[in-house]
């Protein structure tokens, strides 16, 4: 009798996508895992900064978040519309429109970057990175946001086609990492 055979894909997509909330490690992980695999690397918030010759905050500020959210999707479709091999890290809402999660379960790997609440608090606390959507806050204001977006967020961020720990990202095997994109 033959075996029933299981589809593995012994390649990796030409575009894999890191997801996740703020502060979850989504750029050190491009990085590194960029380098490992020899793929080029973007950063969707940087990119923005640097076609608009403007900081995440200021769009924020003086364009408010729909126009942020509208530059973001474009350049989703701009910086991965193509054949080139690429690792995206993406601003904490770019998966959080299905339309824009939709385009990168399509296009490439997603890799959800999952962690805990309590984690993503105080590593939100010690950044120094401007984040609009929770500088500024009294601590109960902080508090109530960041519960309510990773509420709202999760079933987003949980379509990913591959979750992983993103707790010591420093410490990930790239090699392990290499392995699971292979079998996706
Ligand atoms: C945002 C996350 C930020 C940046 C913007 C909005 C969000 O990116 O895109 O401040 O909506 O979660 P990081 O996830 O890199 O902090």
Do not use: W
Request: glycine residues 4%; aromatic residues 8%; hydrophobic residues 35%.
């Amino acid at each position: 009798m033959l075996k029933p055979t299981t589809s593995i894909a012994m390649s990796i997509s030409n575009k894999i996508y890191l997801i996740g909330f703020m502060a979850s490690g989504k750029t050190t992980l491009a990085k590194k895992l960029s380098k490992h695999l020899g793929y080029s690397f973007v950063d969707t918030d940087k990119t923005i900064e640097s076609n608009e010759e403007n900081t995440i905050e200021s769009i924020f500020k003086n364009l408010g978040e729909q126009y942020f959210r509208n530059l973001e999707t474009e350049i989703l479709h701009k910086v991965t519309n193509n054949s080139n091999k690429v690792v995206v890290s993406t601003g904490g809402g770019m998966a959080c429109n299905q339309s824009n999660l939709d385009y990168m379960l399509a296009n490439g790997t997603v890799v959800f970057l999952k962690l805990d609440l309590k984690s993503i608090k105080s590593r939100l606390k010690a950044s120094k990175t401007k984040r609009p959507l929770v500088d500024k806050l009294t601590d109960e204001e902080f508090n109530e946001t960041i519960d309510n977006l990773y509420n709202d967020r999760i079933p987003f961020y949980e379509q990913a086609h591959l979750t992983i720990n993103a707790l010591n990202i420093r410490s990930l095997s790239m090699n392990k990492l290499e392995q699971q994109l292979k079998i996706i």
